[in-house]
Structures are given as structure tokens and as C-alpha cells.
């Protein structure tokens, strides 16, 4: 049977998996973390939840949280995840991130999610608020439009980076061999290392050639790490003498 590559959006998990899920990949709420958790689906679901079911506070965790970590976001996997999305709020959303994080080109895509006419983050009370408070400077002339004073900013909501990297091991890779498919292939081995490259594939959401070459180079990795290391030769000091 010929490798047909996984859906970028995995199904929406229940309420109680996915806040495991937003405290394992570094948002601040009460909770056991889920450390394996896909990052870009958690933040495409968290968004969902901010955007269609009106849980601001989520929403605002999830802006805090893009504004400290987007450099380690697959920018790619990101894009084909908001894609499948068929909200036009939450692609509203992530068109304004782009817009917001445009400093960094990966992004520019998002921002062709929506056209047209604005989005009220507020389904009512948008235009008295803004009125009164301003915009949040964030997503001023962005797709979105968010009263100044609706989505706090407080960086104490989500995990540092390097507290972050040390408790997730799909952030710590993409730190190490940057934020890639292949990043995500080796995260998947390191949860089972007998994984076939078809699985592995799947599991990351990749192609198979790309999983296919981090396979064979994480089982050369192994094999080497394996390998007894030769014993250190005490040379005496008198050895080079005339």
C-alpha cells in the first residue's frame, strides 16, 4: 500500500486532554502536562477554544505564549494545521498573528488566511470597547480586533524557554536541530525507537522521505553510542625521551 502522509490537525481532544496538553507544551494552568503533546495542534485547538467558544483567557495565555516561543514553531506544520481549520474566526485569529509576528518571514503565509472584513474578537461590545480602551497593540490594523484591555499580557502565564526545553522533548529538539519536520521525526523515535519510517512519518506528519533519512540517521546514532569506547593508553613521562 502506497504511504499516504497523516492530516497536518489531529481531532480536537476533550476538555480535560487538551488543558494537559496547553501545560505540557508551557501554558500556565492547573494541571498534569502531557510532555508529548503536539505543539502546533495544541495552539490551532487552544485557539478554537479561545476564538469559537469565547475562553479569553485561554486566548490570552495562547497570545502571551506565541509572542515568547513562535521562533520554535514549524512554521509549516503551523500553516497546513490553521488550514484544515474551517472557523473563519480562528483563521481570522492566526491571519492577525501572522500580521503581528510579520518580523519573522515564516510567518508572512498566515496572514493570507483571511480577507475582508475585520474580526471582532468580542461578539458583542467590540466597537464600545474599543472606544473606550483603544486596541491591543498587538493586533492593531491586524485581522483581528481586540480591545487593549481583553487579553492580558503577563509573561508569568507560560513557561520560560529553557525551563520549557528541559520538560518537552519535541521543544528541546526543535532547539537543537531547529524548528523542522525532522526535529519532530527524531522526538517521535525518542518516544519508541522501534518505530518504522512509515510510523514515524505519520506520527510526525511528514513526508516519508524526510522521516525515512532521520530514521536511518537516529539508528546510526544509536549504533554508534552503543559501541564500546576504546580504553584510554597511559603513556609514562620518560616515553619520549632521547
Not at 530514521?215 to 603513556?235: H, M, T
Request: net charge positive; charged share 25%; hydrophobic share 45%.
Amino acid at each position: 500500500m502506497a504511504f499516504r502522509r497523516a492530516q497536518a490537525l489531529g481531532e480536537r481532544p476533550d476538555a480535560a486532554s487538551l488543558t494537559k496538553d496547553m501545560v505540557g507544551v508551557g501554558m500556565n494552568f492547573g494541571g498534569t502536562p502531557n510532555v508529548w503533546a503536539p505543539i502546533e495542534d495544541t495552539l490551532v485547538h487552544a485557539s478554537a477554544l479561545g476564538m469559537d467558544d469565547d475562553d479569553l483567557r485561554v486566548l490570552a495565555v495562547l497570545t502571551t505564549w506565541l509572542g515568547v516561543h513562535h521562533a520554535r514553531l514549524n512554521a509549516d506544520r503551523l500553516l497546513r494545521a490553521v488550514s484544515q481549520d474551517n472557523s473563519e474566526r480562528v483563521r481570522g485569529y492566526w491571519s492577525a498573528i501572522g500580521q503581528w509576528l510579520s518580523h519573522d518571514r515564516r510567518f508572512a503565509r498566515l496572514s493570507k488566511l483571511h480577507s475582508g472584513t475585520r474580526v471582532d474578537l468580542l461578539h458583542v461590545g467590540t466597537n464600545f470597547q474599543v472606544a473606550r480602551n483603544g486596541e491591543d497593540e498587538r493586533f492593531a490594523g491586524t485581522a483581528l480586533r481586540a480591545p487593549a484591555t481583553t487579553l492580558r499580557d503577563r509573561p508569568a502565564d507560560v513557561l520560560a524557554p529553557a525551563v520549557l526545553a528541559r520538560r518537552h522533548a519535541g521543544y528541546r529538539n526543535r532547539v537543537l536541530l531547529g524548528p523542522t519536520w525532522r526535529a519532530d521525526v527524531w522526538t517521535a523515535l525518542e518516544r519508541d525507537p522501534d518505530l518504522s519510517a512509515a510510523e514515524a512519518a505519520r506520527q510526525a506528519r511528514c513526508g516519508f522521505a524526510t522521516a525515512w533519512q532521520a530514521v536511518a540517521d537516529f539508528r546510526l546514532v544509536q549504533g554508534v553510542s552503543a559501541k564500546p569506547q576504546p580504553e584510554s593508553v597511559s603513556i609514562p613521562l620518560d616515553a619520549h625521551a632521547g
